[in-house]
């Protein structure tokens, strides 16, 4: 147990209390040390060699100033002071109780600037206090994380009660420096599954769990704030596409969740959730296995009712049937075109790539541009080397190429034509034309059917990449316009008729709003993207990015130049290669090693999908 005082840019310093992990909540003053020096800690520099620590702030002091009691406020909300009682003590009685810290957290570049205006003239009976900064995201109150950069700006309103200042006027939620954020917030998964309308997907789509990335208090109970997460339904952004089976108001009876000895996860719920039926009840114990994953080690999740009574049990092996990742393929072995423009397969433990069978691996009348395998690895799409055929083939010897699925006209450049294309985990083929004229995103239902142009409201430019999620409810894009291309991710929605489906691509998110130019994208998890892109006037750069936006930590990669096309696992249970064209041709990267040149020509790596 440690005592830290903090000096803080200018302001008082401010007490923090740290407890280490697992030695409990400070019991009396019989347990504080009585030797050792007092250190000076900027919060902004605590690393996460401090994530065992546990820290508070303490109580505003006697007389405290206006521009002391900001500092002891903004300190205190940075704890990990579960509801945030010592933050309370810094406000008002009219407003200490309905302040809700949860609407929402704002991020800012650095810990925000504090001015303090007189208000009410020369009597000093009020302060007005405003808060200024550089606005990188915002975190909403369903806990989902937006890059939103702009100026921020807000105030507090500052007056005595009972002799002392206190807040009195302040806005619901959180400011926090983006240190402060790193430190105190982890990105966790929640599960929920696909919707894909009555037209979509077919019976089992309708089991297939994808992936909605939030951010939760680190260490504040991080098993049962992901449970409570989960109940409260898909982020906005997710919704329309995603549902749970979580019957409306479900929530839970217990206080605090934890495994067992045997790592089993035992959840007591309400009455709401008493009448599911056992495929119900198995749904949602998919979801909870899945979500809790990232809090904790879970191996069998049991389903209570409010008297304890079971639901419910399910097992990992058992939720495999709902696993995001259940309609790949092999996941170890990678594609891309060779020199000779054939298409050849990669598996982690192969030196040399080997050319494929079927038609798109021996030669004949057509060379071949990009390619993409559907998740069974039994057939395969590939565009001509000039960009204006789509021919769809199964990859087994003796195979005819068939008739091309899809033909357009434009220039034979790589900005011409149609892009790679792309298949969802529902057998459905995606493409664009990057036609100047006449852009258009397509999609080829069974990845024979004819092509089905698809609306993408708000699309500012020409779709020149694009990669479908497994799941089919997501897709990330490349946009066009002028000389720049920039990353988003759009969300699929498919209506209509089991005879006739329409479908769309809805609410375009930036999802690397601080690169300039994107040249690259591969889906690499349930919510992560490798991208490889560059920021204004810097280096191109090869990293992770979550598909909210927001960047993982440790998410560099060994520098690489020039790359034109990327390719990762979405498996997120074991390490795969990465594989990449760059200048020298197309390389790979396996775990613990470095970069690897494994075709001095080639292009358009790919994994299934």
């Not at 009396?28 to 994530?51: E, F, K, L, T, Y």
């Not at 690489?560 to 990327?566: A, E």
């Not at 396996?590 to 075709?599: A, S």
Request: neutral net charge; proline residues 5%.
């Amino acid at each position: 147990m440690t005592v830290r005082a903090r000096g803080g840019r200018g302001r008082r310093a401010a007490g923090l209390l740290a407890l280490a992990a697992g030695a409990g909540l400070l019991a009396g003053c019989a347990s504080m040390p009585d030797s050792g020096s007092v250190n000076s800690v900027d919060s902004s520099q605590r690393a996460d060699a401090d994530a065992q620590v546990r820290v508070y702030g303490v109580p505003p002091r006697k007389n405290e100033q206006p521009q002391e009691l900001v500092a002891g406020f903004l300190e205190a909300t940075t704890s990990d002071d579960p509801d945030y009682d010592t933050a309370r003590m810094y406000l008002a009685k009219s407003v200490k109780r309905q302040w809700d810290p949860s609407a929402s957290t704002t991020v800012l570049a650095q810990t925000p600037q504090v001015r303090v205006d007189r208000a009410g003239g020369d009597r000093e009976q009020a302060y007005t206090v405003t808060l200024t900064g550089k606005q990188l995201a915002k975190v909403d109150a369903k806990h989902a994380y937006k890059p939103e950069q702009r100026d921020y700006k807000a105030q507090l309103h500052i007056a005595r009660e009972d002799g002392e200042w206190r807040i009195d006027g302040l806005d619901a939620g959180l400011v926090l420096g983006a240190s402060e954020f790193q430190r105190i917030y982890r990105s966790v998964n929640k599960y929920y599954f696909a919707e894909l309308g009555s037209g979509g997907g077919g019976g089992k789509a309708r089991d297939v769990l994808v992936a909605d990335p939030v951010y939760l208090r680190k260490r504040i109970d991080p098993v049962t704030s992901t449970v409570r997460a989960l109940l409260d339904g898909p982020t906005t952004w997710l919704d329309p596409v995603a549902g749970t089976a979580f019957p409306t108001g479900t929530r839970l009876e217990d206080h605090r969740l934890s495994p067992d000895d045997s790592n089993t996860l035992k959840v007591r719920l309400n009455e709401r959730a008493a009448g599911a039926n056992q495929e119900q009840c198995l749904r949602m114990a998919a979801q909870l296995l899945y979500t809790v994953q990232e809090s904790a080690k879970v191996a069998d999740v049991t389903l209570q009712r409010k008297d304890g009574s079971r639901l419910c049990a399910l097992g990992k092996e058992q939720a495999k049937w709902y696993a995001p990742d259940q309609t790949s393929g092999r996941l170890d072995r990678q594609y891309f075109v060779d020199g000779q423009h054939r298409v050849v397969s990669l598996a982690d433990g192969d030196e040399e790539p080997r050319r494929v069978a079927g038609p798109f691996g021996a030669d004949g009348p057509v060379q071949l541009r990009s390619v993409a395998v559907d998740r069974s690895e039994r057939r395969a799409a590939a565009v001509s080397a000039n960009g204006q055929s789509l021919y769809v083939a199964p990859l087994q010897g003796g195979a005819a190429l068939g008739d091309a699925r899809l033909s357009v006209h434009g220039g034979t450049s790589a900005k011409a034509g149609l892009t790679a294309p792309s298949w969802d985990g529902l057998g459905d083929l995606w493409v664009a034309d990057q036609d100047q004229d006449r852009p258009r995103l397509l999609r080829l239902p069974g990845g024979t059917g004819a092509p089905e142009e698809v609306h993408v409201p708000g699309l500012d430019g020409r779709i020149t990449g694009l990669r479908v999620s497994a799941d089919g409810v997501r897709i990330a894009l490349l946009v066009t316009k002028g000389d720049h291309t920039v990353l988003k991710l759009g969300r699929v929605e498919r209506q209509g008729s089991a005879g006739r489906t329409n479908l769309s691509v809805q609410e375009l998110r930036s999802v690397a709003p601080r690169l300039e130019d994107v040249n690259a994208v591969s889906w690499a998890g349930a919510s992560r993207l490798l991208v490889a892109g560059s920021e204004q006037g810097g280096l191109q750069q090869l990293q992770y990015i979550e598909t909210d936006g927001s960047q993982t930590n440790g998410s560099g990669l060994p520098g690489i130049t020039g790359v034109r096309g990327v390719a990762a696992s979405e498996n997120p249970g074991k390490a795969q290669a990465l594989v990449a064209e760059g200048e020298g041709g197309i390389v790979r990267l396996l775990p613990d090693t470095n970069w690897k040149l494994v075709g001095k020509e080639g292009s358009a790596p790919v994994y299934p999908g």
